[in-house]
T-cell receptor, first 116, second 116 residues
Framework: DAMVIQNPRYQVTQFGKPVTLSCSQT?????MYWYQQKSSQAPKLLFH???????NEADTPDNFQSRRPNTSFCFLDIRSPGLGDAAMYLC???????????????FGDGTRLSIL | AQKVTQAQTEISVVEKEDVTLDCVYE???????LFWYKQPPSGELVFLIR??????QNEISGRYSWNFQKSTSSFNFTITASQVVDSAVYFC?????????????FGTGTRLQVFP
């Protein structure tokens, strides 16, 4: 089945140790999104890619970076994780039609990140 | 500015009861899209419905129904004869018109607990 896959499901890292979360998709969607969701809160958009064009949200900390080497894969890099970065990280994709007809986003299962 | 308000933080019902989840939105766009997503305990966000601002018809899908009223800027979601499997956090979301992105503004979510 076509889907959005996030690995790993659970990630533990040490305070200050760089960590990379991965997302892959078989939907061939040209937009990929990364969200941060803290406990009992709504998902918060960090950034998104439209094809290779990177779009950062204004309030996303510099500590968060992203790479999209090809259509199928997108990575979230946290350069120096702090305790406040412990959260669920959700990847999503969509395929805008270019006709003002906003399409649903398709989400992965998420990666729950813990910081020791 | 765009905003989505889900005033109900948590709702508890007993199986077979009907339950309505409220969603109120704010936007200056004349064209916009409204969504509902379900987030079960496993964490993934599951798309339920999309509605555009020009379509005020109510929609029914099995036990789910949605009531969109532009006059009150509301997009409420009703589950009829609730079941334990309906237990989840439900997010209402808003998206403005765009050619190359489907960015979402999420509400804070309503946690629904259905008890046997």
């Amino acid at each position: 089945d076509a889907m959005v896959i996030q690995n790993p499901r659970y990630q533990v890292t040490q305070f200050g140790k760089p960590v990379t979360l991965s997302c892959s998709q078989t939907l061939n969607h040209n937009v990929m999104y990364w969200y941060q969701q803290k406990s009992s809160q709504a998902p918060k958009l960090l950034f998104h890619y439209y094809d290779k064009d990177f779009n950062n949200e204004a309030d996303t900390p510099d500590n968060f970076q992203s790479r999209r080497p090809n259509t199928s894969f997108c990575f979230l890099d946290i350069r120096s994780p702090g305790l406040g970065d412990a959260a669920m990280y959700l990847c999503a994709t969509s395929r805008p039609t270019g006709t003002h007809s906003n399409q649903p986003q398709h989400f992965g299962d998420g990666t729950r990140l813990s910081i020791l | 500015a765009q905003k989505v308000t889900q005033a109900q933080t948590e709702i508890s019902v007993v199986e077979k009861e009907d339950v309505t989840l409220d969603c109120v939105y704010e936007t200056r766009d004349t064209t916009y899209y409204l969504f509902w997503y379900k987030q079960p305990p496993s964490g993934e966000l599951v798309f339920l419905i999309r509605r555009n601002s020009f379509d005020e018809q109510n929609e029914i899908s099995g036990r789910y129904s949605w009531n969109f009223q532009k006059s009150t800027s509301s997009f409420n979601f009703t589950i009829t004869a609730s079941q334990v499997v309906d237990s989840a956090v439900y997010f209402c979301a808003l998206s403005g018109p765009s050619y190359n992105t489907d960015k979402l503004i999420f509400g804070t979510g309503t946690r629904l607990q259905v008890f046997p």
